[in-house]
Protein backbone atom coordinates (compact mmCIF):
# COMPACT_ATOMS: atom_id res chain seq x y z
CA UNK A 1 0.00 0.00 0.00
CA UNK A 2 2.57 2.68 0.69
CA UNK A 3 4.19 2.23 -2.67
CA UNK A 4 0.63 2.83 -4.52
CA UNK A 5 -1.58 5.76 -5.16
CA UNK A 6 -3.89 5.22 -2.19
CA UNK A 7 -2.31 7.17 1.25
CA UNK A 8 -2.16 4.71 3.90
CA UNK A 9 -4.90 6.63 5.69
CA UNK A 10 -7.47 5.69 3.09
CA UNK A 11 -6.60 1.99 2.97
CA UNK A 12 -6.86 2.09 6.81
CA UNK A 13 -9.89 3.69 7.02
CA UNK A 14 -11.44 1.47 4.58
CA UNK A 15 -10.06 -1.95 6.14
CA UNK A 16 -10.92 -0.95 9.46
CA UNK A 17 -14.87 0.06 8.79
CA UNK A 18 -15.36 -3.13 8.77
CA UNK A 19 -17.96 -3.33 5.49
CA UNK A 20 -15.83 -6.32 4.14
CA UNK A 21 -13.31 -8.66 5.49
CA UNK A 22 -9.71 -8.21 5.71
CA UNK A 23 -8.99 -10.13 2.35
CA UNK A 24 -11.77 -8.26 0.44
CA UNK A 25 -11.27 -5.17 1.60
CA UNK A 26 -7.74 -5.88 0.61
CA UNK A 27 -8.90 -6.49 -2.74
CA UNK A 28 -11.42 -3.83 -3.64
CA UNK A 29 -8.23 -1.14 -2.65
CA UNK A 30 -5.83 -2.76 -4.75
CA UNK A 31 -8.52 -3.15 -7.54
CA UNK A 32 -9.18 0.41 -7.20
CA UNK A 33 -5.42 1.51 -6.90
CA UNK A 34 -4.87 -0.37 -10.53
CA UNK A 35 -8.15 1.97 -12.00
CA UNK A 36 -6.38 4.88 -10.60
CA UNK A 37 -2.49 4.14 -12.07
CA UNK A 38 -4.65 2.91 -15.58
CA UNK A 39 -6.45 6.50 -15.00
CA UNK A 40 -2.63 7.54 -15.03
CA UNK A 41 -1.60 6.07 -17.36
CA UNK A 42 1.26 4.64 -14.81
CA UNK A 43 2.66 1.52 -13.81
CA UNK A 44 3.51 1.93 -10.67
CA UNK A 45 3.34 4.72 -8.08
CA UNK A 46 6.25 7.57 -9.30
CA UNK A 47 8.76 7.54 -6.55
CA UNK A 48 10.97 10.63 -7.72
CA UNK A 49 14.65 10.71 -6.86
CA UNK A 50 15.60 14.28 -5.60
CA UNK A 51 17.98 14.59 -8.28
CA UNK A 52 15.50 14.35 -11.20
CA UNK A 53 14.88 17.14 -13.52
CA UNK A 54 11.70 19.15 -14.58
CA UNK A 55 12.81 20.84 -18.12
CA UNK A 56 12.18 24.21 -17.80
CA UNK A 57 10.82 24.37 -21.32
CA UNK A 58 8.27 21.61 -19.74
CA UNK A 59 6.91 23.85 -17.06
CA UNK A 60 6.73 27.09 -19.70
CA UNK A 61 4.07 24.38 -22.01
CA UNK A 62 2.22 23.95 -18.95
CA UNK A 63 1.70 27.45 -17.94
CA UNK A 64 1.05 27.82 -21.45
CA UNK A 65 -1.59 25.41 -21.95
CA UNK A 66 -3.02 25.90 -18.40
CA UNK A 67 -6.24 27.77 -17.29
CA UNK A 68 -3.93 30.54 -15.57
CA UNK A 69 -1.38 30.81 -17.87
CA UNK A 70 -0.72 34.63 -19.03
CA UNK A 71 0.11 33.96 -22.50
CA UNK A 72 1.54 37.65 -23.13
CA UNK A 73 4.66 37.01 -20.71
CA UNK A 74 7.48 37.31 -23.01
CA UNK A 75 8.46 33.47 -21.85
CA UNK A 76 5.39 31.87 -24.12
CA UNK A 77 5.54 33.82 -26.67
CA UNK A 78 9.21 32.82 -27.50
CA UNK A 79 8.38 29.74 -27.42
CA UNK A 80 7.15 29.89 -31.27
CA UNK A 81 4.37 28.57 -33.25
CA UNK A 82 5.74 25.17 -33.20
CA UNK A 83 5.29 24.23 -29.71
CA UNK A 84 1.38 25.81 -30.38
CA UNK A 85 0.63 23.82 -33.45
CA UNK A 86 2.31 20.61 -32.25
CA UNK A 87 0.55 20.29 -28.75
CA UNK A 88 -2.85 21.37 -30.69
CA UNK A 89 -2.60 17.94 -31.86
CA UNK A 90 -1.13 16.22 -29.14
CA UNK A 91 -2.84 15.62 -25.76
CA UNK A 92 0.80 14.10 -23.97
CA UNK A 93 3.81 15.90 -24.35
CA UNK A 94 6.96 13.84 -22.83
CA UNK A 95 10.14 15.14 -22.33
CA UNK A 96 13.47 13.17 -22.98
CA UNK A 97 17.52 13.64 -21.91
CA UNK A 98 19.74 11.64 -24.21
CA UNK A 99 21.75 8.79 -22.38
CA UNK A 100 25.09 9.97 -21.51
CA UNK A 101 26.54 6.57 -21.44
CA UNK A 102 26.13 6.43 -24.96
CA UNK A 103 26.76 9.39 -26.28
CA UNK A 104 29.93 9.44 -29.15
CA UNK A 105 31.47 13.29 -29.19
CA UNK A 106 33.85 13.64 -32.14
CA UNK A 107 35.53 16.78 -33.05
CA UNK A 108 37.51 17.67 -36.56
CA UNK A 109 38.72 20.32 -39.30
CA UNK A 110 36.01 23.00 -37.87
CA UNK A 111 33.19 20.26 -37.00
CA UNK A 112 31.93 18.86 -33.97
CA UNK A 113 29.47 15.77 -34.06
CA UNK A 114 27.72 13.69 -31.23
CA UNK A 115 26.00 10.70 -31.19
CA UNK A 116 22.80 11.03 -29.03
CA UNK A 117 20.76 8.53 -27.81
CA UNK A 118 16.92 8.96 -26.19
CA UNK A 119 15.43 5.59 -24.89
CA UNK A 120 11.58 6.21 -26.22
CA UNK A 121 10.60 2.87 -24.68
CA UNK A 122 8.84 4.52 -22.22
CA UNK A 123 5.89 5.69 -24.28
CA UNK A 124 3.02 3.47 -24.72
CA UNK A 125 1.94 1.66 -27.54
CA UNK A 126 -1.48 3.50 -27.87
CA UNK A 127 0.15 6.60 -27.99
CA UNK A 128 0.55 8.35 -31.63
CA UNK A 129 3.53 10.71 -31.95
CA UNK A 130 2.26 13.89 -33.56
CA UNK A 131 5.52 15.94 -33.60
CA UNK A 132 8.21 15.47 -31.97
CA UNK A 133 10.85 18.53 -31.60
CA UNK A 134 14.71 18.45 -30.58
CA UNK A 135 16.05 21.31 -28.79
CA UNK A 136 19.73 22.38 -28.24
CA UNK A 137 21.01 25.44 -26.47
CA UNK A 138 23.24 27.89 -27.68
CA UNK A 139 25.36 30.37 -25.52
CA UNK A 140 26.29 33.73 -26.97
CA UNK A 141 30.16 33.64 -28.39
CA UNK A 142 31.74 36.62 -26.36
CA UNK A 143 33.16 39.30 -28.91
CA UNK A 144 31.08 37.31 -31.53
CA UNK A 145 29.83 40.18 -33.61
CA UNK A 146 26.41 41.96 -32.93
CA UNK A 147 23.43 41.25 -35.36
CA UNK A 148 23.53 44.56 -37.23
CA UNK A 149 27.21 44.53 -37.63
CA UNK A 150 29.05 43.94 -41.27
CA UNK A 151 30.91 41.00 -39.75
CA UNK A 152 27.74 39.11 -39.57
CA UNK A 153 28.71 36.16 -41.81
CA UNK A 154 31.51 35.43 -40.12
CA UNK A 155 29.70 34.67 -36.57
CA UNK A 156 27.30 31.82 -37.87
CA UNK A 157 27.59 28.35 -37.67
CA UNK A 158 25.59 25.92 -39.17
CA UNK A 159 23.91 23.16 -37.13
CA UNK A 160 22.64 19.70 -38.45
CA UNK A 161 20.56 17.32 -37.14
CA UNK A 162 20.69 13.48 -38.39
CA UNK A 163 18.85 10.71 -38.01
CA UNK A 164 21.34 7.45 -37.30
CA UNK A 165 19.44 4.66 -39.70
CA UNK A 166 22.77 2.02 -39.16
CA UNK A 167 26.57 1.62 -39.36
CA UNK A 168 27.91 0.23 -42.56
CA UNK A 169 28.32 -3.38 -42.83
CA UNK A 170 31.88 -4.75 -44.23
CA UNK A 171 33.17 -1.16 -44.78
CA UNK A 172 36.24 0.23 -42.44
CA UNK A 173 34.80 3.47 -42.36
CA UNK A 174 33.39 3.87 -38.65
CA UNK A 175 30.77 7.29 -39.57
CA UNK A 176 27.31 5.90 -39.07
CA UNK A 177 24.56 5.74 -41.57
CA UNK A 178 22.75 9.14 -41.60
CA UNK A 179 19.73 11.21 -43.13
CA UNK A 180 19.43 14.76 -42.59
CA UNK A 181 16.41 15.57 -40.32
CA UNK A 182 16.56 19.60 -39.87
CA UNK A 183 19.41 22.18 -40.48
CA UNK A 184 19.38 25.90 -39.30
CA UNK A 185 22.29 28.54 -39.62
CA UNK A 186 22.53 30.09 -36.20
CA UNK A 187 24.18 33.63 -35.06
CA UNK A 188 27.21 33.14 -32.97
CA UNK A 189 25.80 36.37 -30.75
CA UNK A 190 22.35 35.29 -29.56
CA UNK A 191 22.13 33.05 -26.68
CA UNK A 192 18.96 31.04 -27.37
CA UNK A 193 17.03 27.17 -27.36
CA UNK A 194 17.27 26.05 -31.25
CA UNK A 195 14.26 23.95 -32.16
CA UNK A 196 14.79 21.10 -34.90
CA UNK A 197 12.24 19.12 -36.60
CA UNK A 198 12.84 15.26 -35.61
CA UNK A 199 9.02 14.19 -35.89
CA UNK A 200 9.58 11.77 -38.81
CA UNK A 201 12.68 9.61 -37.43
CA UNK A 202 10.39 9.78 -33.67
CA UNK A 203 7.73 8.67 -35.40
CA UNK A 204 9.16 5.52 -37.23
CA UNK A 205 10.73 4.61 -33.90
CA UNK A 206 7.63 4.85 -31.74
CA UNK A 207 5.56 2.89 -34.54
CA UNK A 208 8.03 0.30 -34.73
CA UNK A 209 8.38 0.66 -38.12
CA UNK A 210 12.46 1.48 -37.47
CA UNK A 211 15.00 1.02 -35.02
CA UNK A 212 15.93 3.88 -32.52
CA UNK A 213 19.42 4.46 -33.41
CA UNK A 214 19.78 8.19 -32.20
CA UNK A 215 20.60 11.13 -33.65
CA UNK A 216 23.79 12.99 -34.90
CA UNK A 217 23.79 16.54 -34.54
CA UNK A 218 26.72 18.03 -36.16
CA UNK A 219 27.99 21.50 -35.99
CA UNK A 220 30.29 23.62 -38.79
CA UNK A 221 31.30 26.47 -39.32
CA UNK A 222 30.72 27.56 -43.00
CA UNK A 223 33.33 30.16 -43.28
CA UNK A 224 35.88 28.93 -41.11
CA UNK A 225 36.47 25.52 -42.56
CA UNK A 226 40.34 26.50 -42.26
CA UNK A 227 40.62 28.17 -38.69
CA UNK A 228 42.89 26.29 -36.49
CA UNK A 229 41.52 23.26 -34.30
CA UNK A 230 41.32 25.36 -31.07
CA UNK A 231 39.38 28.25 -32.22
CA UNK A 232 37.34 25.64 -33.40
CA UNK A 233 36.57 24.03 -30.32
CA UNK A 234 36.45 27.12 -28.69
CA UNK A 235 33.31 28.31 -30.61
CA UNK A 236 31.92 24.72 -30.60
CA UNK A 237 31.70 25.03 -26.87
CA UNK A 238 28.76 27.44 -26.95
CA UNK A 239 26.46 24.90 -28.50
CA UNK A 240 25.50 22.99 -25.44
CA UNK A 241 25.46 19.46 -26.80
CA UNK A 242 27.32 17.14 -24.28
CA UNK A 243 28.51 17.68 -20.84
CA UNK A 244 32.25 17.65 -21.44
CA UNK A 245 31.59 20.93 -23.86
CA UNK A 246 30.28 22.46 -21.07
CA UNK A 247 31.73 24.31 -18.21
CA UNK A 248 29.48 25.12 -15.58
CA UNK A 249 28.22 21.66 -14.09
CA UNK A 250 25.48 23.12 -12.21
CA UNK A 251 23.85 24.53 -14.93
CA UNK A 252 23.97 21.35 -17.47
CA UNK A 253 21.12 20.06 -16.29
CA UNK A 254 18.74 22.81 -17.45
CA UNK A 255 20.94 23.67 -20.21
CA UNK A 256 21.19 19.85 -21.94
CA UNK A 257 19.67 19.02 -25.21
CA UNK A 258 15.87 18.19 -24.54
CA UNK A 259 13.74 15.88 -27.33
CA UNK A 260 10.15 16.45 -26.62
CA UNK A 261 7.43 14.50 -28.34
CA UNK A 262 3.85 15.33 -28.87
CA UNK A 263 1.40 12.60 -29.15
CA UNK A 264 -2.24 11.42 -28.72
CA UNK A 265 -3.30 8.73 -27.11
CA UNK A 266 -7.08 8.63 -28.67
CA UNK A 267 -8.91 9.71 -25.58
CA UNK A 268 -9.77 13.09 -24.87
CA UNK A 269 -9.23 16.69 -26.10
CA UNK A 270 -5.61 17.91 -26.98
CA UNK A 271 -3.72 20.26 -24.27
CA UNK A 272 -4.26 23.34 -26.07
CA UNK A 273 -8.13 22.39 -26.75
CA UNK A 274 -9.19 22.74 -22.93
CA UNK A 275 -6.93 26.48 -23.14
CA UNK A 276 -8.88 27.30 -25.71
CA UNK A 277 -12.27 25.98 -24.02
CA UNK A 278 -11.51 28.01 -20.85
CA UNK B 1 -41.15 28.10 17.64
CA UNK B 2 -43.64 25.12 16.39
CA UNK B 3 -42.40 26.12 12.79
CA UNK B 4 -38.76 25.28 14.23
CA UNK B 5 -39.25 22.59 16.00
CA UNK B 6 -40.56 20.99 12.82
CA UNK B 7 -38.03 22.99 10.38
CA UNK B 8 -35.08 20.98 12.85
CA UNK B 9 -37.29 17.59 12.63
CA UNK B 10 -37.23 17.64 8.99
CA UNK B 11 -34.69 20.53 8.23
CA UNK B 12 -35.05 22.00 4.33
CA UNK B 13 -32.75 19.74 2.02
CA UNK B 14 -30.80 22.35 -0.57
CA UNK B 15 -30.97 21.25 -3.89
CA UNK B 16 -28.85 19.76 -6.21
CA UNK B 17 -25.87 21.89 -7.05
CA UNK B 18 -22.31 22.43 -7.07
CA UNK B 19 -20.32 22.85 -4.23
CA UNK B 20 -16.52 23.55 -3.95
CA UNK B 21 -14.18 21.11 -4.00
CA UNK B 22 -10.60 21.90 -4.13
CA UNK B 23 -8.23 18.98 -3.95
CA UNK B 24 -4.86 19.61 -2.70
CA UNK B 25 -2.48 17.28 -4.02
CA UNK B 26 -0.24 16.93 -0.52
CA UNK B 27 -3.31 15.90 1.03
CA UNK B 28 -2.99 12.03 -0.50
CA UNK B 29 0.72 12.60 -1.06
CA UNK B 30 0.54 13.05 -4.98
CA UNK B 31 2.70 16.29 -4.69
CA UNK B 32 6.12 14.14 -4.57
CA UNK B 33 5.52 13.41 -8.06
CA UNK B 34 3.18 15.84 -9.51
CA UNK B 35 4.85 19.13 -10.53
CA UNK B 36 2.06 21.10 -11.20
CA UNK B 37 -0.38 22.22 -10.20
CA UNK B 38 -0.41 22.12 -6.50
CA UNK B 39 -3.83 21.02 -6.59
CA UNK B 40 -7.13 22.26 -8.62
CA UNK B 41 -11.01 23.22 -8.12
CA UNK B 42 -13.11 19.92 -8.38
CA UNK B 43 -16.04 20.72 -7.25
CA UNK B 44 -18.84 18.17 -6.24
CA UNK B 45 -22.32 17.51 -6.81
CA UNK B 46 -24.77 17.15 -3.73
CA UNK B 47 -28.83 17.79 -3.22
CA UNK B 48 -32.11 16.57 -3.34
CA UNK B 49 -33.75 15.54 -6.55
CA UNK B 50 -37.31 16.78 -5.10
CA UNK B 51 -40.65 16.29 -6.76
CA UNK B 52 -41.50 18.42 -9.21
CA UNK B 53 -38.08 18.49 -10.51
CA UNK B 54 -37.55 21.88 -11.58
CA UNK B 55 -36.33 23.19 -15.11
CA UNK B 56 -32.83 24.26 -13.85
CA UNK B 57 -31.84 20.53 -12.90
CA UNK B 58 -31.13 19.52 -15.91
CA UNK B 59 -32.90 16.61 -15.46
CA UNK B 60 -33.54 13.80 -17.95
CA UNK B 61 -36.65 12.26 -19.22
CA UNK B 62 -36.00 9.02 -17.02
CA UNK B 63 -35.13 11.06 -14.20
CA UNK B 64 -38.66 12.80 -14.27
CA UNK B 65 -40.20 9.73 -14.60
CA UNK B 66 -38.52 7.85 -11.66
CA UNK B 67 -39.11 11.16 -9.52
CA UNK B 68 -42.82 10.65 -10.28
CA UNK B 69 -42.70 7.34 -9.06
CA UNK B 70 -41.28 8.40 -6.15
CA UNK B 71 -44.06 11.06 -5.26
CA UNK B 72 -46.43 7.43 -5.35
CA UNK B 73 -44.11 4.80 -4.10
CA UNK B 74 -41.18 5.64 -1.96
CA UNK B 75 -39.64 2.33 -2.24
CA UNK B 76 -38.32 3.62 -6.24
CA UNK B 77 -35.57 6.03 -5.28
CA UNK B 78 -35.61 9.22 -6.01
CA UNK B 79 -32.89 10.66 -9.33
CA UNK B 80 -30.11 11.01 -7.97
CA UNK B 81 -27.51 14.26 -8.17
CA UNK B 82 -24.82 13.94 -10.31
CA UNK B 83 -21.94 16.21 -12.72
CA UNK B 84 -23.49 16.38 -15.86
CA UNK B 85 -20.68 18.42 -17.51
CA UNK B 86 -17.53 17.45 -17.06
CA UNK B 87 -13.98 19.40 -18.16
CA UNK B 88 -10.31 18.38 -18.28
CA UNK B 89 -7.09 19.43 -16.95
CA UNK B 90 -3.62 19.30 -17.64
CA UNK B 91 -1.00 17.55 -15.19
CA UNK B 92 2.62 17.96 -15.26
CA UNK B 93 3.77 15.27 -13.54
CA UNK B 94 7.10 12.49 -13.26
CA UNK B 95 6.36 9.28 -14.48
CA UNK B 96 7.70 5.77 -13.28
CA UNK B 97 10.61 6.24 -15.18
CA UNK B 98 11.53 10.21 -13.68
CA UNK B 99 10.67 11.27 -17.08
CA UNK B 100 8.47 14.60 -17.41
CA UNK B 101 5.28 14.16 -18.87
CA UNK B 102 2.69 17.38 -19.41
CA UNK B 103 -0.72 15.52 -20.19
CA UNK B 104 -4.31 16.57 -20.74
CA UNK B 105 -6.69 14.20 -18.21
CA UNK B 106 -10.35 15.20 -19.26
CA UNK B 107 -13.75 14.37 -17.21
CA UNK B 108 -11.13 15.94 -13.44
CA UNK B 109 -13.93 19.43 -12.78
CA UNK B 110 -17.14 19.33 -12.74
CA UNK B 111 -18.59 22.02 -14.45
CA UNK B 112 -22.45 21.44 -14.31
CA UNK B 113 -24.34 19.09 -11.80
CA UNK B 114 -27.70 17.36 -12.42
CA UNK B 115 -30.50 14.88 -11.47
CA UNK B 116 -30.37 11.74 -13.70
Redesign the interface.
Known sequence: GAAG?I?EV?RRKFSESGKQSPERSESFLNEFELRLLK???????????KN????QY??D??HM???NGDHSTKRTKSMGKHAERAASKA??????HHEESMEALASLKGKTTQQFYFNLT?IPKEELITSAELRIYRDQVIGAAPPNSSALAGGLHRINIYEIFGVPVGSNSTEPLVRLLDTRLVQDSLSRWESFDVSPAVSQWTSGQGPNHGFMVEVLHPEHEEMDSEHSQRRNKHVRVSRSLHQDQDSWPQARPLLVTYGHDG?????L??RQ?? | QALRKQRRKHPHKASCKRHTLYVDFS????N??I???AGYHAYYCQGECPFPLPDHLNATNHAIVQTLVNSVNPSIPRACCVPTEL????L????????????????MVVEGCGCR
Open positions: LPGMFGLGRRPTPSAVVPMVLYHSANTIRSFSHGDSVHTKR | DVQWEWVAPSAISLYLDEYEKVILKNYQD
